[in-house]
Structures are given as structure tokens and as C-alpha cells.
């Protein structure tokens, strides 16, 4: 037990009341303290006597709240776990009369969830003093009345209960009256006065006195009042009711005007003294302003909104007097009964938003309390949520329900929740409400970058600038902020032997692809980067996808002619028997190109001619023929300067020389010496004295040699020299050998170069070419050009050679006895 000393300021008086920890079961805990208390005032700890840990009260969030829309009238010390006064109470303003003053606040905590009922008992303070409803009692009393006649006087009212309300009443000394002090029903205290002595109204026509009304407070109240008497006539009859209590029941929500009873009272008297009329008696201004009480007739009405919820019961003083002024008094007692006039109210007490979306089922979302301020049955609810949502209702302590998590959650498919909440109580009719609670999804880096593409390509043309952009990559991560936010990088590798990052580069930010330099069809046709997504989650996620990278060939290569020397410095020179007709094969211009596609397309033309009109080239072969049958007027030297064009767009071209002799013999040739600009060089004059030395030497050998050749020129379409010397094939670079068929020779078509002799009157006819076939398009050459001394073979080249006519004749010869002969056979041929 708690003793406390408090002080009333409003009244100046000092008195010592008790806090009572009355008893505490089953959760619940009772406090006792005196009304008036200043805000902050500890009641008790209710920390200590629910045993709850202190340190625990902060984060489990204790609070003191109240059902419905009643005030909260105390708090709770998060720190200490005392009870504290919230604001000043007025236990006349809550309970008015009655005798115990109770009021009812919950303590809630939460994590886990705990609910404890604090009963709080308000005790009366003497904080009000006695008072009468007028400032003047006039009584009229015949003279007639006997000694020891009663006259009922109004009672003194006072808001406090108990000892505190009216415990006295005092009369002020005079000769005719006493004072008799009554106890009513409800143990209210009432006076009468009784006549000790006869009044003489020719004496004395007025009697006046003050009475005083002193309650049992300490220090007592008291309160004052004139009793003024009238000396009339006698009038010896006071009304009597037929009811001493009356008592009757009351919807709620009874319209205004609605008859709530009518009370009756009687007057034995005749005339003016047995006219009765009714009055209220003392009342609170509450009942005041919902009931009226017709004087006449003694109907009691409603005059406002009748509310269950606010009051359950409602007692009345009914004042009947005569016309003398005698009275009596009855009392009316209402009570109201409930209707489910009020719906369900939802309070959210927690909500946890945002919820991460990983969040396991069971997890607890938020508390919700469910309030009906009706009664019984109009009182219990049942509450729900719409389908079709992970999340569900639990009810936990009595009209308390925890949210919580039902199924996976997934922000990427819903980022957030308005969950509604019903309530439906089991009135007739039943009353429902609703509540829509917005609960956001938070973001869980549980999305890896994708991308758009499951392989991305890239066509890029060589000869390219640095920096240009060759294609983006796009991935997208549907989660949220730095979660969905991508980077991107190239994965540390090799591409040709060098790393990745020295052929591109990647904006982390756009995914855009850039060329770090200039590429080269020719070197490397298409190679393959990884390129890496990541997010900016902790931790990070990661995807790959492929870039092909694809370079496409450009003109960048002109033709190269490989027969004959495209530099002027050939020593060879085609003879051209008298006897060929039109039509007939009597050379071949090879070239080839190092780009491929239609930029190896070659094409060749005769550009300029000793003799118009006599001989024609093939525009895709290169084979030069004879255009019409020679005559007499043409020239024995003849020179073709031929153009080869490539198919690129602009056009790239090459020019040589063909140097051709129209002979059948080489007695026949005059002095060759002025055959091209090139003939009375140095190596020319080294060659000729060579020939002389070896024809001197060996002239016995040659004949021998021409006889045989000769024989060989009629059993094969070649030429074959005994002795002679093959030089390797192996000058040409190796992109002519290409596997995959983009040269402009097919790798079938082989050429040998041989060394022969010969003298000024040999005559040699070579074989013509069996080939058949049709060489591919493509190309691929080093763009250097090879003089035809150091030319040994071909292969994988693409231009189409056509079919040599089998009647066409090549015939090589020297300037002198001996000089290097060429001569072209198929390899497939032996």
C-alpha cells in the first residue's frame, strides 16, 4: 500500500489519500488514487507489478491505450514503467454519482505481442461544495398549521459522493421552526423543517432564515440558502405519487419527442390547493439536455440524441406541489438499452512498411485492433481480408489481430499491397467497416542481369577509325535502384594471341562496344568477346552473353599481276606462230587480289595495242586470243598493255605488259635488242654473253634437245624439256593457299618454272592448259608485288580461268642460245 499527500489548489485544502495496488491477476492490475492529481503524478509502477523487464519497455514499444474514443488518462514511463497521470481527472465529470468510479486502460506490448488491463479507480476528492438550486426557498404555511407540522425543504447538492457529499445541515436560530435531518433511498441527505410553534400571521405575515448545507469533507464544504415563509391559510394536503420509484427502459436513438413515461401524483386538497404541477428537481445539465417534463401532465420526453455508449442509465427527480406549495417528491430511473447503432472501428496499432520482399511466411506485418463500442453480441466482430493476396488475419489477444505474410512475395511482379481490411459485428442488422492499409515492397537484389540478345553480332568494316562504335549490348535487371542498376564490362581474354581489351572496348554505363583500333580483314576475318552484366546489389549479380565480332573486307587491295611481271623487267617474250588462226589461245594474264567478295572480282582489258583488232583478252579469264587471222601487214613485234580491274567500289586496277612475237622461228626474229626499253639494261647484256659462251659449248646438246621437243609437241598439248630444272613452288605467301575457297586461283591449278636452252633457230611450241574448271571469286594476297624471275607457284586463288582451246599454241624462246623458259602445266597432269 502507497500513502500520497496531495494538495487540491482549486480549493486550498490539504488532506493525505491512498494509492492501492488492489490486486493484479491474470494479466491485470488495479490502481486506486484521488481524483484531481496533477498530469505527471505516478500512480504505481506497473512495470514492477506485472514483473515486466524495464530495460525491454522501449523496444517493445509499451503504451497505455483506450477503448474507442475514450481519453487515455494515464501514460506509461518507457524508462522507469511507472504509471503517470496523462492529464487531469474529474471523477464527477466521468462517473457523477455513482459510487465507484472505474475507468478502464490496456497496456500493449509488442514483439511478442502482450495485452494487460490497468483498472484504474478513481477516488472522490472534496473538491465540491454543497449547493442549493435556488438562492431562495419560499414556503407557504397557513396559520393554521399545528405544531409539529413537516415541511420538506429542497435538497443540497453536492457532485461528490460518500462522505464528501451533504453530511449536515444547519439551521439558523429562530422561534417557530426546527430543522429535521432525513436520509433518502440512495443515502442522500434532506432537511425538513418542523414547526415548534404556531405562527400568527397578524404578528408576523414572513418568517426568514438561512439554511446551510455542510458536507463531510476535510476541511467540510458547505453551502447556503434563505428559507423564506409565507403565513397563508392552512393547506394541509401535500401531492402523493402513485410511485415512490419509477422506473422504465429506452432504446438508444429514440427519436426526439418519444414519451418516456408519465408520472402522477395526487392532491387530497380541493380548489387551488389540490392543483398539482411537476417539476425536475436537481438534475446534471447531461439529463437536462436529453429529457423535458411537461408541468401539467407529467410527461417525461426526449428532447436530444439518446446515446448507449455515452450513458446506460439516467435517474430523475420529479418535484410535485400544490397551490399552496406543498410538495412531494418521486424518482424515475431509465435505462437504456443498446442498439447496434455503431460500427466496427479498425485501428492500425504497428505497421512494418516497407517489407523486404525475401520476407518468410509468418512474419508478422502489423497489429491491428478491432473496437465496437456496442454491446453483447452487437459488440462481437469478426474480421477479414480480400483473397487473392499473400497475407492473412490472426488473432491474437481479444480484439487484437496480427497481419502477417502468407506466401512469397516478389516486388518485380508486385512492388506494393493495398490489403483491406473488414470488420463485421453480429448486430441485427450486422454493421461493417473497412480499412485499406498501403504496405510497400522493399527491394532484394534477387534478379541477375539479362540480356536482350542470347548472342549478339557485330559487322564492322576493316580500315575502321578508333573509338568507332561497333554495337551495344543491353541487359536490364528488374530490380530496383542500384539492385536494377547494370554495368558492364569486357571479360579479360585473348584474341589472337593479344589481349581483348587492345581490340575493344565497353562503356560501362551505355554497353555501348567500341573499336579500340583500325582492323584488317586481311589479317583476321571475325573473332569472339564475352561481355559481363553486373548489378550494383550487395552482393552483386553477375551475366555473360557473346559478341561476335565480324569484320567485313573493304577495297583496300589492287590487283596483283603475277604473269606477266607487272614492273617491265620480264625477259620473256611470247612467240606466236603465222599459223594460228582466229579464236586461238596465245597467252594468259594472272592476277590475283588480296580483298574478297566482288572486290576480288577481276576483270581484264586490253588498254593499248600494237595492232588494233588482233588480239582480244577474256574479261573474266585473262586469256588473250587471237581476234582474227594474222596477215603480212602485221607487225612481228607486237605489245598488249592490259588492265586488271578489280570489282570494288571505287575500282582498283593494275597494268602490264605482254610482249608477243609473230614468228615460226626464231631465225625469222630480227635483232631483238630493241624489243622494250628494258633490253640494253645490265642484266640483258649479262645474259647475252652467258648465250654466247653456252652456245658454243653445248650446240650439239640443243640439237639434239630441239629434235626432241618437237617429238614431244606432237604426243602432248605441254612441253617437256630432258634435264630441265624445276624450281620449288614455294614463293607465293600462304593466304593464297586459302581452305576455305576466297582465292582467286583454285588451289588445283599449280605452276612449275623450268630452265631450258635454245638457239636463235629452234622452234618451240608449248602445250595449251587442260583445265576445265571454274575458280572461285574470292581472294586472299599480300599486297606486295613478286617480279616473275622469283615467281615459283600459285594457290587458293578465286578468278574463273575458262577452258584453253586445245589448238592454242604458247611458245617461249630466248633472245639468245640460252634464257629462261616458262612453262605452265597442271599439276593433275604429272
Known amino acids: 500500500m502507497r500513502v500520497k499527500c496531495i494538495s487540491v489548489v482549486g480549493f486550498g485544502l490539504s488532506f493525505c489519500s491512498f494509492v492501492i495496488l488492489v490486486h493484479r491477476t491474470f494479466g491485470d492490475v488495479s490502481y486506486s488514487f484521488p481524483e484531481e492529481m496533477k498530469s505527471g503524478s505516478v500512480v504505481g509502477n506497473?512495470?514492477?507489478?506485472?514483473?515486466?523487464?524495464?530495460?525491454?519497455?522501449?523496444?517493445?514499444?509499451?503504451?497505455?491505450?483506450?477503448?474507442?474514443?475514450?481519453?487515455?488518462?494515464?501514460?506509461?514511463?518507457?524508462?522507469?514503467?511507472?504509471?503517470?497521470?496523462?492529464?487531469?481527472?474529474?471523477?464527477?465529470?466521468?462517473?457523477?454519482?455513482?459510487?465507484?468510479?472505474?475507468?478502464?486502460?490496456?497496456?500493449?506490448?509488442?514483439?511478442?505481442?502482450?495485452?494487460?488491463?490497468?483498472?484504474?479507480?478513481?477516488?472522490?476528492?472534496?473538491?465540491?461544495?454543497?449547493?442549493?438550486?435556488?438562492?431562495?426557498?419560499?414556503?407557504?404555511?397557513?396559520?393554521?398549521?399545528?405544531?409539529?407540522?413537516?415541511?420538506?425543504?429542497?435538497?443540497?447538492?453536492?457532485?461528490?459522493?460518500?462522505?464528501?457529499?451533504?453530511?449536515?445541515?444547519?439551521?439558523?436560530?429562530?422561534?417557530?421552526?426546527?430543522?429535521?435531518?432525513?436520509?433518502?433511498?440512495?443515502?442522500?441527505?434532506?432537511?425538513?423543517?418542523?414547526?415548534?410553534?404556531?405562527?400568527?400571521?397578524?404578528?408576523q405575515q414572513k418568517v426568514t432564515f438561512v439554511l446551510t448545507a455542510i458536507d463531510g469533507g476535510t476541511p467540510p464544504r458547505s453551502g447556503s440558502v434563505v428559507i423564506d415563509v409565507t403565513v397563508l391559510d392552512a393547506n394541509d394536503n401535500a401531492p402523493v405519487f402513485s410511485q415512490s420509484v419509477y422506473k422504465v427502459s429506452l432504446p438508444e436513438n429514440s427519436p426526439v419527442g418519444t414519451v418516456v413515461i408519465t408520472v402522477s401524483a395526487s392532491d387530497a386538497d380541493e380548489g387551488q390547493n389540490g392543483k398539482v404541477t411537476y417539476a425536475l428537481g436537481h438534475v446534471s445539465e447531461r439529463v437536462d439536455e436529453l429529457f423535458s417534463l411537461d408541468g401539467d401532465n407529467g410527461k417525461i420526453a426526449v428532447k436530444g440524441s439518446i446515446d448507449f455508449e455515452e450513458d446506460t442509465s439516467f435517474e430523475l427527480k420529479i418535484l410535485a406541489t400544490d397551490g399552496s406549495g406543498l410538495k412531494s417528491y418521486c424518482k424515475v430511473v431509465i435505462d437504456i438499452t443498446d442498439v447496434n447503432d455503431n460500427a466496427p472501428v479498425i485501428v492500425l496499432k504497428s505497421l512494418k512498411s516497407p517489407l523486404p520482399e525475401n520476407a518468410q511466411p509468418g512474419t508478422q506485418v502489423g497489429i491491428i485492433n478491432v473496437q465496437d463500442r456496442d454491446s453483447e453480441n452487437n459488440q462481437q466482430v469478426h474480421c477479414s481480408i480480400q483473397q487473392n493476396i499473400p497475407f492473412q488475419f490472426v488473432l491474437s489477444i481479444k480484439n487484437y489481430y496480427s497481419l502477417e505474410v502468407a506466401g512469397e512475395l516478389d516486388r518485380e511482379v508486385v512492388p506494393d499491397y493495398n490489403i483491406t481490411i473488414t470488420a463485421t459485428d453480429e448486430g441485427s442488422p450486422p454493421l461493417s467497416s473497412s480499412k485499406t492499409i498501403y504496405l510497400s515492397i522493399a527491394d532484394v537484389n534477387d534478379n541477375a542481369p539479362a540480356f536482350q540478345e542470347h548472342?549478339?553480332?557485330?559487322?564492322?568494316?576493316?580500315?575502321?577509325?578508333?573509338?568507332?562504335?561497333?554495337?551495344t549490348v543491353a541487359a536490364t535487371d528488374p530490380d530496383w535502384r542500384q539492385n536494377g542498376t547494370v554495368v558492364y564490362s569486357l571479360f579479360p581474354s585473348d584474341v589472337n594471341g593479344a589481349p581483348v581489351t587492345s581490340f575493344l572496348s565497353i562503356n560501362g554505363d551505355t554497353g555501348v562496344i567500341h573499336?579500340?583500333?583500325?582492323?584488317?580483314?586481311?589479317?583476321?576475318?571475325?573473332?569472339?568477346?564475352?561481355?559481363?552484366?553486373?548489378?550494383?546489389?550487395?552482393?552483386?549479380?553477375?551475366?555473360?552473353?557473346?559478341?561476335?565480332?565480324?569484320?567485313?573486307?573493304?577495297?583496300?587491295?589492287?590487283?596483283?599481276?603475277?604473269?606477266?611481271?607487272?614492273?617491265?623487267?620480264?625477259?620473256?617474250?611470247?612467240?606466236?606462230?603465222?599459223?594460228?588462226?582466229?579464236?586461238?589461245?596465245?597467252?594468259?594474264?594472272?592476277?590475283?587480289?588480296?580483298?574478297?567478295?566482288?572486290?576480288?572480282?577481276?576483270?581484264?582489258?586490253?588498254?593499248?595495242?600494237?595492232?588494233?583488232?588482233?588480239?582480244?583478252?577474256?574479261?573474266?579469264?585473262?586469256?588473250?586470243?587471237?581476234?582474227?587471222?594474222?596477215?603480212?601487214?602485221?607487225?612481228?613485234?607486237?605489245?598488249?598493255?592490259?588492265?586488271?580491274?578489280?570489282?570494288?567500289?571505287?575500282?582498283?586496277?593494275?597494268?602490264?605488259?605482254?610482249?608477243?612475237?609473230?614468228?615460226?622461228?626464231?631465225?625469222?626474229?630480227?635483232?631483238?635488242?630493241?624489243?622494250?626499253?628494258?633490253?640494253?639494261?645490265?642484266?640483258?647484256?649479262?645474259?647475252l654473253v652467258v648465250a654466247l659462251v653456252s652456245v658454243s659449248t653445248f650446240f650439239l646438246v640443243f640439237i639434239i634437245i630441239i629434235m626432241a621437243v618437237r617429238f614431244c609437241r606432237k604426243r602432248k598439248p605441254r612441253l617437256m624439256f630432258d634435264g630441265a630444272v624445276t624450281i620449288p613452288s614455294t614463293y607465293l605467301p600462304p593466304n593464297y593457299a586459302d581452305v576455305e575457297g576466297t582465292g582467286t586461283l583454285h588451289s588445283n591449278f599449280n605452276y612449275d618454272a623450268y630452265l631450258t636452252a635454245g638457239s636463235r633457230t629452234s622452234d618451240f611450241k608449248f602445250v595449251t592448259s587442260y583445265n576445265e574448271e571454274t575458280l572461285p571469286a574470292d581472294v586472299t594476297m599480300n599486297k606486295s608485288q613478286t617480279p616473275i624471275s622469283d615467281f615459283v607457284g600459285l594457290r587458293n586463288a578465286t578468278n574463273d580461268v575458262q577452258r584453253l582451246s586445245d589448238s592454242a599454241v604458247f611458245t617461249h624462246f630466248t633472245f639468245l642460245s640460252y634464257i629462261p623458259v616458262l612453262a605452265f602445266r597442271h599439276k593433275d597432269a604429272g
Open 46 to 203: 506497473v512495470a514492477k507489478d506485472l514483473g515486466l523487464d524495464v530495460k525491454a519497455l522501449f523496444a517493445r514499444k509499451a503504451r497505455v491505450d483506450a477503448e474507442g474514443k475514450r481519453k487515455r488518462y494515464c501514460n506509461i514511463n518507457q524508462n522507469t514503467g511507472e504509471l503517470i497521470v496523462a492529464e487531469r481527472i474529474d471523477r464527477e465529470a466521468l462517473c457523477g454519482k455513482k459510487p465507484s468510479c472505474v475507468i478502464t486502460q490496456e497496456l500493449v506490448l509488442e514483439n511478442p505481442l502482450e495485452l494487460h488491463k490497468v483498472i484504474l479507480n478513481i477516488e472522490d476528492v472534496n473538491d465540491n461544495s454543497p449547493r442549493f438550486e435556488t438562492d431562495v426557498i419560499g414556503i407557504e404555511i397557513a396559520e393554521s398549521t399545528s405544531k409539529g407540522a413537516i415541511f420538506l425543504l429542497d435538497e443540497a447538492v453536492d457532485a461528490d459522493i460518500g462522505k464528501n457529499s451533504v453530511q449536515l445541515y444547519s439551521l439558523q436560530t429562530n422561534a417557530h421552526f426546527a430543522l429535521n435531518i432525513q436520509s433518502n433511498m440512495d443515502g442522500g441527505k434532506y432537511s425538513e423543517l418542523v414547526l415548534q410553534k404556531e405562527l400568527d400571521r397578524e404578528k
Open 515 to 687: 573499336a579500340v583500333r583500325s582492323f584488317d580483314y586481311e589479317q583476321f576475318k571475325s573473332f569472339k568477346v564475352l561481355v559481363l552484366a553486373r548489378d550494383n546489389g550487395s552482393p552483386p549479380l553477375r551475366s555473360n552473353v557473346t559478341v561476335s565480332v565480324f569484320i567485313m573486307d573493304e577495297n583496300d587491295n589492287s590487283p596483283q599481276i603475277l604473269y606477266p611481271s607487272p614492273d617491265g623487267n620480264s625477259f620473256m617474250t611470247e612467240m606466236v606462230p603465222k599459223t594460228l588462226q582466229a579464236g586461238s589461245l596465245v597467252s594468259k594474264v594472272i592476277a590475283v587480289d588480296a580483298d574478297c567478295g566482288q572486290n576480288a572480282w577481276l576483270s581484264y582489258h586490253i588498254l593499248k595495242a600494237t595492232d588494233q583488232g588482233l588480239f582480244t583478252i577474256g574479261v573474266h579469264s585473262g586469256e588473250i586470243k587471237m581476234q582474227r587471222d594474222l596477215s603480212e601487214s602485221d607487225n612481228m613485234k607486237q605489245n598488249l598493255v592490259v588492265s586488271v580491274r578489280d570489282n570494288g567500289q571505287p575500282s582498283l586496277s593494275a597494268t602490264c605488259i605482254m610482249y608477243l612475237i609473230i614468228s615460226d622461228n626464231l631465225a625469222e626474229v630480227p635483232e631483238l635488242k630493241d624489243m622494250s626499253h628494258d633490253e640494253s639494261n645490265t642484266r640483258l647484256t649479262f645474259y
Open 455 to 471: 548472342i549478339y553480332s557485330a559487322h564492322v568494316k576493316e580500315n575502321n577509325k578508333p573509338g568507332s562504335a561497333v554495337c
